[in-house]
């Protein structure tokens, strides 16, 4: 079995030490409305090379651009499609970020060339690592989404509507050298009924999925219960976060698992910082049964409910757990995650 | 429904009546006081007058456009909940992160067993009490939301830390009855957040006002409320504080005029909009509350905070708001 740490989705854009508040100075500018697009773009840029560097000098296999583009979660994506324009203010979930519902108010359709695409292409282009790419997931953003007028009579029918828009948005993905593309799904947890229907849309969407691997993330919650399901999804792997319960780590301790499993496991609510020793141990007797060709220590999710130098730390504990897990002391070469089965 | 209580407890206020959330426009004045205080440019006592001033500049404010429940305007806090944290032991000041968009608030970090060893607001509340006749309501982070903007590392679990911060936040709250005060919100923006813990949160406002003499609200803001509803109504508290134009009215739609055992503020505000809705518009709004509430239930007041507005911006809207309340109040004896 091949060992990795990675990242998943957010990390912090502003740090508090000097030269992280970058785009927090932008911001606050004077000039800040006529600043020009592109020299936007420029100082984002800055930010995910040195996002990028962060997470490869703490040891991280593959590595995330942070989103660093994004207005929060669900915008970024939506704010690209024809008909969506942003509505309400609400929390995402259980972080301190929050984000617009789309209001969708006609058929969906793509207005720019991609969702997120073409951005993982520039960041695969200088990103001295495997890049992760993590999406939210239609049964997310169907649920999240607010509906006018007669186009979709139901949060069901947008989510059949958006399957096919990102199915073209992983082969994009897969076509810009996206090593792993993660389909965040925290609304599964809420709604488990909706699971042959995320199964569907799953197929749909794997079908594009190139040489990336496709990994589903049922975030926020304790996906114990739905465990077994989880292994039978048409996907090449399941990230668990392992920080809200125990029904998940049971599952896996027991069951093992057929797929690539992603242990999350360092806790991104809390500053505390686990011991590489600790997660090292706590993995080992999670993969006692997992016959995969991959595993993976991660964060229990984005890193940006995190302050920056808090991030780092935890990306730092995965990487030593890692190395302790893998039998791999300092300084030895590892075989890292290129190449690595899906 | 509370009125009775409010009655017990010498408060004397009309039918639906308007009030505000609690934050007032950040003026200038008050941006200038707070960057020279984070440079250390002011003393304690500069710092306590610039406050005061503040306050008696917002009480003239609300006493103006009508108010009928007042706030001192919540001057000196930040976005966040570091400037309470400040002052509670165990607590340490955190790095930056992200709420939305470009906003960041330093997160705390609970790092030792927390522990209140002085008021925090009650100077405040006392100085705003003392320029007006009329009520003027406290208003202070609610217990779970407090744990969700902090980074537990000292308890165990969610649960013991959060009630370690309710029993905290209780003394406070007893600080400020035995000031006088007897509204008193606790502002809890993170219920929902995580719908299994909702019974956690409960539990834990509990801790903060069981037996209080006061009348309590629990202001819910930017979250779900069609799935906390009517699992919200559980809650200890006398007054639920829903932001309604954000949420599209979600809540009430569903219940009927003698299942809500509640009174219910609701938001007629868009305070993340620069726009001023008419009277007419807000008054559409109470209307659609009160074809679920009985107007004996019903407060009237923005979203949420008006930190974010401008001084004109908040005028314009309150003096709306507050010209919708009056007509709603038409012959129903307010």
């Known amino acids: 079995m091949n060992f990795i740490a990675a990242s998943m989705g957010s990390y912090p854009r502003i740090g508090d030490a000097p030269g992280q508040q970058r785009l927090l100075e932008v911001a606050a500018s004077p000039g800040r409305l006529e600043l020009e697009a592109g020299r936007l773009d420029e100082i984002q840029q800055e930010v995910i090379r040195d996002v990028l560097a962060e997470q490869a000098k703490a040891g991280l296999d593959a590595l995330s651009d942070g989103q660093v583009r994004w207005a929060d979660p669900v915008s970024h994506l939506m704010g690209k499609l024809a008909n969506v324009t942003p509505g309400a203010l609400l929390r995402y979930f259980d972080t301190p970020l929050h984000f617009r519902r789309p209001v969708v108010s006609g058929p969906i359709a793509m207005r720019d060339s991609s969702l997120a695409a073409d951005e993982v292409k520039w960041t695969v282009a200088v990103s001295a690592r495997p890049v992760a790419v993590t999406l939210p997931g239609p049964l997310t953003l169907s649920r999240l989404a607010i509906l006018r007028g007669p186009s979709y009579a139901s949060p069901d029918a947008l989510m059949d509507a958006l399957v096919p828009l990102l199915a073209d948005e992983v082969a994009r993905l897969a076509a810009a050298g996206a ?164 | 429904m509370s009125r009775p209580k409010l009655q017990q407890l010498g408060v004397d206020v009309p039918i639906l009546p308007a009030t505000t959330v609690g934050s007032a426009p950040e003026t200038p004045e008050l941006a200038a006081t707070r960057t020279a205080a984070a440079r250390g440019e002011l003393d304690a006592g500069q710092l306590a007058a610039k406050r005061q001033e503040a306050v008696a500049g917002w009480i003239a404010t609300q006493e103006s456009l009508g108010l009928d429940i007042l706030t001192d305007g919540e001057p000196g806090r930040g976005d966040g909940v570091g400037w309470f944290t400040a002052h509670l032991k165990g607590f340490k000041p955190g790095g930056l992160v992200r709420t939305r968009g470009n906003r960041f608030v330093l997160r705390p970090v609970l790092a030792g067993e927390v522990r209140w060893t002085a008021p925090v607001t009650v100077a405040l509340w006392s100085h705003a009490q003392g320029l007006t006749q009329k009520p003027v309501k406290a208003t202070l982070p609610g217990p779970y939301s407090l744990l969700a903007a902090s980074c537990n590392e000292r308890y165990p679990t969610r649960q013991v830390a959060c009630r370690a911060l309710a029993r905290e936040i209780r003394r406070e709250a007893d600080a400020l009855v035995k000031a006088g005060c007897r509204i008193l919100q606790l502002d809890e923006p993170a219920l929902g957040s995580r719908a299994d813990e909702l019974e956690l949160a409960s539990d834990a406002i509990r801790i903060v006002t069981r037996d209080l003499a006061a009348y309590v609200v629990v202001h819910v803001c930017y979250a779900d409320l069609g799935t906390l509803w009517p699992a919200l109504l559980d809650l200890p508290a ?60 019903v407060w009237i007041d923005p979203d949420c905070g008006l930190r974010s507005r401008t001084p004109d911006e908040a005028v314009t809207q309150l003096t709306a708001m507050v010209a919708a309340a009056r007509e709603a109040r038409r012959g129903r004896g307010g």
């Open chain 2, 238 to 297: 006398d007054n639920l504080d829903l932001e309604m134009v954000n949420g599209d009215f979600a809540v009430p739609r569903s219940p009927a005029k003698a299942a809500c055992p509640k009174d219910v503020s609701i938001g007629v505000i868009d305070v993340l909009s620069a726009k001023a809705d008419t009277p007419e518009t807000m008054l559409r709004r109470v209307k659609k509350a009160l074809a679920v509430l009985k107007p004996e239930q």
């Open chain 1, 179 to 342: 090593w792993a593309i993660v389909i965040e799904e925290p609304w599964l947890l809420r709604e488990p009924d909706a699971f042959p229907r995320l199964n569907d849309a799953l197929e749909v969407i794997a079908a594009r999925r190139g040489a990336s691997r496709l990994w589903v993330f049922p975030s926020f919650g304790d996906a114990g219960a739905l465990y077994d399901r989880l292994q039978a999804l048409p996907v090449d792997g399941i990230v668990l976060d392992l920080t809200r319960g125990t029904g998940a780590a049971e599952a896996v301790t027991s069951a093992g698992s057929r797929l690539a499993i992603l242990l999350g496991i360092a806790d991104v609510r809390t500053t505390e910082l686990e011991t590489p020793g600790q997660l090292a141990k706590t993995a080992a007797a999670l993969l006692r049964n997992v016959r995969a060709p991959l595993a993976g220590l991660v964060p229990s999710g984005g890193l940006e409910a995190l302050p920056r130098d808090r991030a780092f730390a935890k990306c730092r504990v995965l990487a030593k757990a890692r190395d302790l897990l893998s039998g791999k002391g300092r300084g030895r070469k590892r075989p890292g995650p290129r190449g690595a089965g899906r």
